[in-house]
């Protein structure tokens, strides 16, 4: 409920909420300080995207539904060492997000997610519906993605050409997909 919702700030001190904080809060606050567009983070263990971060895969466009949410593949990290998970191993989850964002030269405003391998999906937006979308949209990506490679597994990414249309069409300055509104 949203009641049990507790709010931090950036240094991790409680500002609202009864409840203890997530276990997961040294993941959420690196990513807020590394990537300045996010303004909320979702976590889930949904079947699906947790199936592929087991797999230690990221997860293909095989269509344009991908293509609405992600420009690009949703990236997979790679596992964490073992000096990392029996040292502050929440904060060294957000350091390898982060780590496979820059080495890929990825932008989280276009990719807004990823796959902790062995562990499950995080995703993120400007405000918490835009994270929850994309957990939502993640999900059902990686469903059908699953489906796909099971129904042929020579299947490859869309072209370029198409992603770009599908995801530039709803995103940027010259996004034309879906109604008007004024605000």
Same mark, same amino acid.
């Given at each position: 409920e949203a009641g049990d919702l507790v709010i931090l700030d950036l240094d991790g001190q409680v500002v609202s909420g009864h409840r203890r904080p997530s276990s997961d809060t040294p993941t959420h606050l690196h990513l807020y300080r590394s990537f300045p567009g996010i303004g909320s983070i979702v976590h889930t263990h949904s079947r699906w995207a947790t199936i592929w971060a087991q797999a230690g895969l990221a997860i293909p466009p095989y269509g344009t539904t991908h293509a609405d949410y992600f420009h690009g593949p949703v990236p997979c990290t790679r596992p964490l060492t073992r000096e990392e998970i029996e040292g502050q191993y929440e904060l060294n989850t957000g350091h390898v997000i982060v780590e496979t964002f820059r080495s890929g030269q990825l932008d989280p405003a276009a990719v807004p997610g990823i796959l902790? !391998?062995?562990?499950g999906p995080f995703t993120w937006g400007a405000h918490p519906a835009d994270a929850v979308l994309h957990a939502v949209a993640l999900e059902e990506c990686a469903m059908m993605a699953w489906h796909t490679r099971m129904l042929n597994p020579e @299947? @490859? !990414?869309?072209?370029q050409y198409l992603l770009d249309k599908h995801y530039l069409r709803k995103h940027g300055k010259n996004a034309y997909y879906g109604q008007i509104t004024s605000d």
């Amino acid at each position: 409920e949203a009641g049990d919702l507790v709010i931090l700030d950036l240094d991790g001190q409680v500002v609202s909420g009864h409840r203890r904080p997530s276990s997961d809060t040294p993941t959420h606050l690196h990513l807020y300080r590394s990537f300045p567009g996010i303004g909320s983070i979702v976590h889930t263990h949904s079947r699906w995207a947790t199936i592929w971060a087991q797999a230690g895969l990221a997860i293909p466009p095989y269509g344009t539904t991908h293509a609405d949410y992600f420009h690009g593949p949703v990236p997979c990290t790679r596992p964490l060492t073992r000096e990392e998970i029996e040292g502050q191993y929440e904060l060294n989850t957000g350091h390898v997000i982060v780590e496979t964002f820059r080495s890929g030269q990825l932008d989280p405003a276009a990719v807004p997610g990823i796959l902790a !391998a062995g562990h499950g999906p995080f995703t993120w937006g400007a405000h918490p519906a835009d994270a929850v979308l994309h957990a939502v949209a993640l999900e059902e990506c990686a469903m059908m993605a699953w489906h796909t490679r099971m129904l042929n597994p020579e @299947a @490859a !990414a869309i072209e370029q050409y198409l992603l770009d249309k599908h995801y530039l069409r709803k995103h940027g300055k010259n996004a034309y997909y879906g109604q008007i509104t004024s605000d």
